[in-house]
C-alpha cells in the first residue's frame, strides 16, 4: 500500500477545512498507543504492512532493526521507544511508515495507519506548554480534529538522537 | 568552457604526475634526452593551455620552470640537485594552484614573483647572458615585421603577451619551419580565384567571422585533442606530440580562415607525416573540424565556407602524406608494415573517459542484480525440475560475467597509487642527506579504486617510514659494511583473491633495545613479560598506539602518527599487516588486502536465532565442539579457551557479546555442541563461539545507516538470496568487544596466546591422533591418521590378483592392496576395509580387519620392534598397540618407493638428543617423527625454512637439523647457508634429506655448509648419518 499524493479527495472532517487554500498541507495520520500523529504526506515515501525485521543486537534501544524493502536496507526506528510511550508487547504486526533523512530512508514503526487528511495552516496550533518536553521536541503543531487531537510530527526532530538517548 | 576546464585540469594533473616522476629520473640520469624532452614537452603543454584559459599565475610559473628546462635541454644549463629542486617546487605550486581553481573554478590571487625569481636566477644564473625564454623561441624564428621576443605584442591577439606565452604567429612559425624552409607571406585578405563565391561575402573576411584568433586557439587545441579519437586519424599522428598537434592545426585554420591559399598549401603539405593518407581520411578530417567548428559556436555559414575552405589544401595534405611514402622504392614494404603496426597501435587509443559516478552507479546496479540472482536461484533449488531452472542458469553466468566486467572496470594499477613515492623519496632522501633508491615492482597489479584510494595514505606513510626510520646516512651504512645507498623494494603481487604488497628496506631494522625501553616507558608490557618474547614479537609493538622510535620529530615522519595508524587504516578495509625486521638488516612489511570492497565472500552463522555473516577473509578454519568431539571447550579459571592442536586459543561466546545471554546461562548450558569460528584480527586470533553455521555466501557489502556507524561491532549489512537483511560482524569490533568483556585487551591477549604457542612448542607436541584398526592378531594396531589419505570399503569382487598382488580400480588408476603384516587373506566376500595412503603419485591401500577407533595420545612408544613393518610398540588406551611402518607398506607396493632395508645397527643416540625436521611433506614429515622417535629423539617436525628460522629466534636449542632440498619458498641449500653464516644454530650438525643424491647436489649440500647428504627414504643412511654426526660433533665439544 503505496499513498500517492494526488489520489486523495480532501476530507470535511471539519466544515471550516473543506475549502482548500493555497496553505493547505497533506498529512497521513498514524495511531501510536491510541494516539493520533500526522506526517506530513510529503515526507512519506512508502508505507508498507507487516515487515519481517532483523535485529541489530547492542544498537540503541529505539532501533527496531533493519528491514528490506525492495532490494534497500532502511533502518526501522521504533517509534514508541524514541516517544517515550509504553512498548507494544507484540510489535510483529507493526506497520511502517517510511520517511527519508540525510538521503537516508528510515522506517518509523507504528501501530497502524490511518487515513491522508488535507489540513488548513491556518488552523494548526501551538504545542500545549504542558506538553511533554519529549513530545514538545518533535511536534510543530496541534491540529483539533472533530473527534480527537492530531499531533503533527516533524521529521527531522525526531533523527536528533541526542535526546533519544535520554529517552 | 566549464567541459574545457575540467578537462584540462583532469589532463594537467595527470602530466604533472608524470613530470614528477620523470625529474627524478632525470636527476639520477641527467644525461637522459628523451627523458628531458618528455618534461619539456609535458611543461610546455601545461604552459600553452594555461595560456588560452587565461589563467595567468599558472601560466607565470609554467613558463619559468620552462624556462629552465630549456636551458637544460639546450645543454646552456646542467642539471643539478638544486635545480631540479627548484623545478618541482615549482610544479608543487602549480598543483595548489590547481586545486583551488579545481574547487573555485577560478585561478587563486596571490603571487609566485618569489619562485619565478628563484627559476629565473638558476636560468640566467648560469647563463647570465641568455634572455628569458620567448629569446629562445625567437632567435630560432627571426622573421622581418612582427617584433619577437621580450614582452611582445603579439599581432594577432592584440594585447601584451603575458609572460611565456607564445602568440600564434610564432606557433604557427615553429611549425612551419619544422617543414621546411617556407616564408610566410603576409597575411593577405585578398581572395583567391579558387574561391570566387567569397566575394558575395562582402570585405569581413572568413578569419574575422569566425572570431579570429581566439577562436582558432580553442579549435585548434580540440582538434589536436580528439583527433586521437578518430580512427581514421588517429595513426597519422599518434606520434605527434600534442602541442606540435595544436601548433599545426593553428597554422592551419589561420592560414584557412585567412584564405592565404600558398601558406594553407604549404602548411597543408607538412600536416600529415605518415604515408597512406586517402581521401577517406580526409573525409574524416573533415568531418572532424565541421564538428570542432560547431561546438565552438560559429554560425552554420561560417562553418562551410571554413569546411569548403579546407577543401583547398585536400591534394597538399595526401601530397605531403605521399612523399613520406616514397623515400626509396625499397623502402615501401617497411613503410607498409610500419603502418599496419600503427593501425594495430590504433587499440589504445579507443579509450573514453567516463566518470566515476557512473561507474559506481554500474556497480552498485550490479550488486543488486547479483542480490536478486541469488535470490532467483534460492527459489529455484527448492523447486524441482523447474522451467525456469535454465534460463536462471544463464542469467547466473551473465550475472557473473557482468559483475566480473564491472569489477574490472574499476581496476586500476596500483602503481597509480605509487606514482608519488619516486618524488616523495628524493625529496627525502635530500632532506635527509642520505642516499635512497626506490625499486618498484608490480605495478601493473590491479585492484579496485576504492581500495586503492583507501591504501594510498598508509602506503605513502610506510615508505617514509623506511626512508626517515628505516635507511641510515650514508656515513652510517658504510660503516656498517653496506653500500653507501640504501635501497627501498616496494612489490605488489595478487594471491588467492588477495593483493599483496611488501615494503622492504636494507637499513638499520627495528631496534628490539629501543623499542623494549619504549614498551617498558610507555607501559605497553612489563619486564617479565618482554622476557618472555621473542624479538619479531617485541618488534611488533610499532603497532600499538601512540608508538614512534624515532628519537625526534622530524618533518618527514614522527607526527605522532605512526604505525598503528598505518595498521588502523588496512584493518579498515579488512586487510592485514605483519612485520618481520632484523636489526642490521633492514625490515619488510607485508600488507594483505581484498581486491575489492563490494562483494566479499562470508560465512553466515547463527546466534540465539538470528544469522549473522563474518568476513571469510578473517576466518582461519572452523572446528565444532561438543562431548563426543575431538574439540572440547575449556576453561582456565573463567576463561573458556579452545586447544587446537598446539595453539591454545581464548574464546569469544558471540551470543554474550551480542547481549543475548550471560557467560552463566553459557555455562549452565547441557551438553553444548558450539562451533568455533577460528578468527584472526592482526596478530590476534580467537575463537568465536556460535550456535550454528551455515554455508558461505558472496555478498554485497552495504554500509549500516549512519545512525549506526558507533557500532564497530558491525562493519555493514546484506541482503541474502532467500531476502533477509542479515548485519555483517566486523571481526576486529568483535575481537574489542570481547577484550572489553574480558577485562583486558586484545593485545595482551594476543601475546599470552603466543607465550602458550611458544610454550606448547617447548614441550615439543606428542600429542598424535592415531588411527586404531585391528588386523590379523588379535591385538591392535596403529597409525598416525595424518598419514591416511582416507579411509574405503572396497567390494572384494572388485580385487584382482595380478602376479601376486592384488589391485584394485581406485579414482581412475589402479591401486595396489597390500595386506598388513599377519593378516594372510582378504575377506572372503563383502567388503573389505582398507586404509589409503598417499604420497605424491603414489597411493596404496593397506587392507585390515577392522577399523577401531581414533585416538588422540601421547605418542610414548615404549619397544622398538625388529619386526618388518612395524614402527614400535606403544599403549593406546590402555592396550598394548603395534605401531605400523607406512613406508614398509609403500615399498612393498612400490619395489621404487623403498630401499632394501638392513637391521639398525647404529648406537642409540643419547637420551633427549633434540632433532629439528624440515620437509614440507607431510607425509614424510609424519613418517619419518615416528621413526626418529623410535631412534630415540626428540623430534620437532615444521614444514617450511622460514619456521626453523623462526624457532632460531625464538631461542629454540636442537642438537641435530635434518632438512629437506626441495622446498617452496627457501630450499635447503638457502636454508643452510643462513643457519650456518652464524647464530644460534651455526654449530648444530645439519643434515640434507633429498630425493636427489647425485654427484653435483652432493657437492653443492656441502658447499652450502650441510654435514651429510642422504637420499630420502634411506633411512637406515639416515640413522647412522644421525650418531655419526652426533658422535663427532660430540666430541668436538
Same mark, same amino acid.
Not at chain 2, 604567429?169 to 583567391?192: I, M, Y
Not at chain 2, 546496479?365 to 547479483?370: G, I, K, N, R
Not at chain 2, 625454512?945 to 635434518?962: C, N, P, T, Y
Given at each position: ?167 | ?129 641568455? #634572455? ?904 668436538? #665439544?
Amino acid at each position: 500500500m503505496t499513498t500517492g499524493r494526488d489520489t486523495l479527495p480532501t476530507t470535511t472532517t471539519r466544515g471550516g477545512l473543506s475549502v482548500v487554500s493555497n496553505a493547505a498541507q497533506e498529512y497521513v495520520t498514524v495511531r501510536l498507543a491510541g494516539q493520533l500523529l500526522g506526517i506530513p504526506v510529503l515526507s512519506v515515501h512508502d508505507v508498507l504492512g507487516a515487515q519481517k525485521l532483523t535485529r541489530i543486537p547492542l544498537a540503541p534501544k529505539w532501533v527496531a532493526g533493519v528491514l528490506n524493502l525492495r532490494g534497500r536496507i532502511v533502518t526501522a526506528i521504533n517509534l514508541r521507544q524514541r516517544l517515550g510511550l509504553e512498548l507494544r508487547e507484540d510489535s510483529s504486526k507493526d506497520m511502517s511508515v517510511v520517511v527519508e533523512h540525510n538521503e537516508e530512508s528510515y522506517s518509523l514503526q507504528i501501530d497502524n495507519v490511518g487515513e491522508v487528511l488535507t489540513l488548513n495552516d491556518a488552523d494548526m496550533e501551538k504545542n500545549p506548554v504542558t506538553l511533554d518536553p519529549r513530545w514538545r521536541e518533535i511536534s510543530r503543531g496541534i491540529f483539533r480534529l472533530e473527534a480527537e487531537l492530531l499531533v503533527i510530527m516533524d521529521v527531522e526532530k525526531l533523527f536528533n538522537f541526542e535526546s533519544a538517548a535520554a529517552a | 568552457m566549464d567541459d574545457l576546464l575540467n578537462e584540462f585540469l583532469t589532463e594537467t594533473a595527470e602530466s604533472l604526475e608524470v613530470v614528477d616522476v620523470e625529474l627524478v629520473k632525470l636527476e639520477q640520469d641527467p644525461e637522459n634526452a628523451d627523458v628531458l624532452d618528455n618534461i619539456f614537452r609535458l611543461v610546455h603543454t601545461i604552459k600553452g593551455t594555461c595560456g588560452f584559459l587565461g589563467l595567468p599565475r599558472l601560466e607565470t610559473v609554467a613558463h619559468a620552470s620552462e624556462n629552465v628546462l630549456g636551458k637544460f635541454r639546450d645543454k646552456e644549463l646542467t642539471v643539478t640537485r638544486e635545480a631540479i629542486t627548484v623545478v618541482l617546487q615549482s610544479l608543487d605550486r602549480i598543483k595548489e594552484i590547481l586545486a583551488e581553481l579545481e574547487a573555485s573554478a577560478q585561478e587563486p590571487a596571490g603571487s609566485d614573483d618569489d619562485l619565478v625569481a628563484k627559476l629565473n636566477s638558476i636560468a640566467d644564473g648560469k647563463a647570465p647572458e641568455a #634572455a628569458p625564454a620567448p629569446a629562445k623561441d625567437a632567435k630560432s624564428a627571426p622573421q622581418a615585421g612582427a617584433p619577437k621576443g621580450d614582452e611582445a605584442v603579439d599581432p594577432t591577439l592584440g594585447r601584451e603577451l603575458k609572460p611565456g606565452e607564445v602568440s600564434l604567429d610564432e606557433l604557427e612559425r615553429a611549425f612551419l619551419e619544422a617543414e621546411g624552409p617556407e616564408d610566410v607571406p603576409a597575411p593577405s585578405t585578398a581572395l583567391t580565384e579558387t574561391r570566387p563565391g567569397d566575394a558575395s561575402q562582402g570585405a569581413v573576411s572568413l578569419f574575422d567571422r569566425a572570431g579570429g584568433a581566439d577562436s582558432v586557439s580553442v579549435a585548434a587545441h580540440l582538434l589536436a585533442q580528439r583527433i586521437g579519437r578518430y580512427s581514421a586519424l588517429a595513426e597519422f599522428f599518434e606520434d605527434v606530440p600534442e602541442d606540435v598537434r595544436k601548433a599545426k592545426f593553428t597554422g592551419l585554420l589561420t592560414a584557412l580562415l585567412k584564405e592565404d591559399e600558398k601558406a594553407a598549401e604549404n602548411v597543408g603539405k607538412g600536416l600529415v607525416t605518415r604515408p597512406g593518407f586517402e581521401d577517406r581520411n580526409f573525409d574524416a578530417l573533415s568531418t572532424l573540424v565541421k564538428d570542432v567548428l560547431e561546438e565552438i559556436q560559429l554560425d552554420a555559414d561560417t562553418r562551410d565556407d571554413a569546411v569548403m575552405a579546407l577543401e583547398l589544401v585536400r591534394d597538399p595534405i595526401k601530397a605531403g602524406s605521399d612523399k613520406h611514402a616514397k623515400p626509396s622504392a625499397t623502402q615501401a614494404a617497411p613503410a607498409g608494415q610500419a603502418r599496419q603496426a600503427g593501425g594495430e597501435k590504433k587499440g589504445q587509443n579507443q579509450s573514453i573517459r567516463v566518470s566515476l559516478d557512473l561507474l559506481e552507479d554500474l556497480m552498485n546496479m550490479v550488486s543488486e542484480l547479483v542480490l536478486t540472482r541469488n535470490q532467483l536461484l534460492q527459489l529455484v533449488r527448492n523447486q524441482e525440475d523447474s522451467d525456469f531452472a535454465i534460463p536462471i542458469q544463464r542469467l547466473s553466468q551473465t550475472t557473473s560475467e557482468l559483475q566480473e566486467g564491472v569489477m574490472k572496470t574499476r581496476m586500476q594499477p596500483i602503481g597509480n597509487a605509487w606514482s608519488k613515492l619516486p618524488r616523495i623519496v628524493r625529496d627525502l632522501s635530500v632532506d635527509l642527506d642520505k642516499k635512497i633508491d626506490l625499486q618498484m615492482k608490480g605495478a601493473e597489479t590491479e585492484l579496485d579504486r576504492q581500495v586503492l584510494e583507501l591504501i594510498k595514505d598508509p602506503l605513502t606513510h610506510m615508505v617514509r617510514n623506511s626512508a626517515d626510520h628505516g635507511i641510515e646516512s650514508p656515513a652510517e651504512r658504510v660503516a656498517a659494511g653496506k653500500s653507501e645507498t640504501g635501497t627501498i623494494h616496494l612489490n605488489a603481487f595478487h594471491e588467492g583473491g588477495h593483493i599483496i604488497i611488501e615494503i622492504s628496506d636494507d637499513g638499520g631494522g627495528i631496534s628490539v633495545e629501543k623499542v623494549r625501553k619504549k614498551v617498558l616507558e610507555k607501559g605497553l608490557a612489563s619486564e617479565a613479560e618482554l622476557e618472555d618474547m621473542t624479538d619479531g614479537q617485541i618488534q611488533k609493538f610499532v603497532f600499538h598506539a601512540g608508538f614512534s622510535t624515532a628519537a625526534q620529530v622530524t618533518n618527514v615522519s614522527g607526527r605522532g602518527v605512526g604505525m598503528d595508524v598505518v595498521r588502523t587504516n588496512i584493518e579498515k578495509i579488512g586487510g592485514t599487516i605483519d612485520m618481520t625486521s632484523v636489526e642490521g638488516k633492514g625490515s619488510t612489511f607485508q600488507i594483505k588486502i581484498p581486491l575489492t570492497l563490494a562483494i566479499v565472500a562470508a560465512m553466515i552463522v547463527e546466534s540465539a536465532g538470528e544469522r549473522f555473516a563474518i568476513p571469510q577473509i578473517s576466518v582461519l578454519e572452523l572446528v565444532r565442539a561438543n562431548e563426543g568431539s575431538e574439540h572440547r571447550i575449556e576453561r582456565i579459571k573463567d576463561s573458556p579457551v579452545l586447544r587446537l592442536r598446539n595453539r591454545l586459543l581464548p574464546l569469544v561466546y558471540l551470543n554474550e557479546v551480542l547481549g543475548f545471554t550471560t557467560r552463566a546461562e553459557i555455562e549452565a548450558r547441557e551438553n553444548p555442541d558450539d562451533f568455533v569460528v577460528i578468527t584472526q584480527v592482526g596478530a590476534f586470533t580467537f575463537g568465536l563461539v556460535v550456535d550454528q553455521v551455515f554455508d558461505t555466501e558472496e555478498i554485497v557489502v552495504k554500509p549500516v545507516a549512519p545512525i549506526l556507524k558507533d557500532l564497530d561491532i558491525y562493519s555493514g549489512n546484506t541482503i541474502l538470496g532467500d531476502g533477509s537483511v542479515i548485519m555483517i560482524l566486523d571481526p576486529n569490533g568483535v575481537a574489542n568487544h570481547a577484550s572489553a568483556h574480558l577485562g583486558d585487551t586484545g593485545e595482551v591477549q594476543a601475546q599470552q596466546e603466543e607465550a602458550a604457542v611458544l610454550d606448547a612448542a617447548d614441550q615439543i607436541s606428542d600429542k598424535e591422533s592415531l588411527l586404531v584398526f585391528r588386523a590379523g592378531s588379535a591385538g591392535q594396531k596403529a597409525v598416525p591418521l595424518s598419514l591416511v589419505a582416507r579411509l574405503e570399503d572396497i567390494e572384494r569382487a572388485e580385487v584382482e590378483e595380478s602376479d601376486g598382488q592384488f589391485m584394485v580400480q581406485y579414482r581412475g588408476a589402479l591401486m595396489p592392496v597390500v595386506l598388513v603384516e599377519g593378516l594372510s587373506k582378504l575377506v572372503d566376500d563383502g567388503r573389505q576395509p582398507v586404509l589409503v595412503f598417499t604420497d605424491g603419485d603414489y597411493t596404496m591401500g593397506l587392507a585390515v580387519d577392522e577399523i577401531l577407533d581414533i585416538v588422540e595420545e601421547d605418542l610414548d612408544i615404549k619397544l622398538a620392534s625388529n619386526h618388518a613393518g612395524m614402527v614400535g610398540s606403544a599403549i593406546i588406551n590402555g592396550h598394548a598397540t603395534e605401531l605400523i611402518d607406512v613406508g614398509y607398506y609403500l615399498g612393498k607396493a612400490f619395489s621404487d618407493w623403498l630401499r632394501s632395508r638392513d637391521t639398525m645397527e647404529d648406537a642409540p643416540p643419547a637420551k633427549q638428543t633434540r632433532l629439528l625436521l624440515i620437509d614440507d611433506s607431510a607425509f614424510f614429515r609424519n613418517m619419518l617423527k615416528p621413526l626418529l622417535q623410535v631412534a630415540g629423539y626428540r623430534v620437532k617436525a615444521v614444514d617450511r625454512a622460514s619456521q626453523a628460522l623462526e624457532l632460531r629466534e625464538a631461542g629454540e636449542r636442537f642438537d641435530l637439523i635434518v632438512s629437506d632440498i626441495d622446498m617452496p619458498e627457501m630450499d635447503g641449500f638457502e636454508f643452510a647457508q643462513i643457519v650456518k653464516s652464524g647464530g644460534l644454530w651455526a654449530h648444530v650438525p645439519l643434515i640434507a634429506l633429498s630425493s636427489y643424491a647425485s654427484p653435483k647436489h652432493l657437492e653443492r649440500g656441502r658447499k652450502v655448509g650441510f654435514d651429510d647428504y642422504i637420499a630420502k627414504f634411506d633411512r637406515d643412511a639416515l640413522l647412522h648419518s644421525l650418531s655419526q654426526q652426533l658422535k663427532l660433533h660430540g666430541d668436538a #665439544a
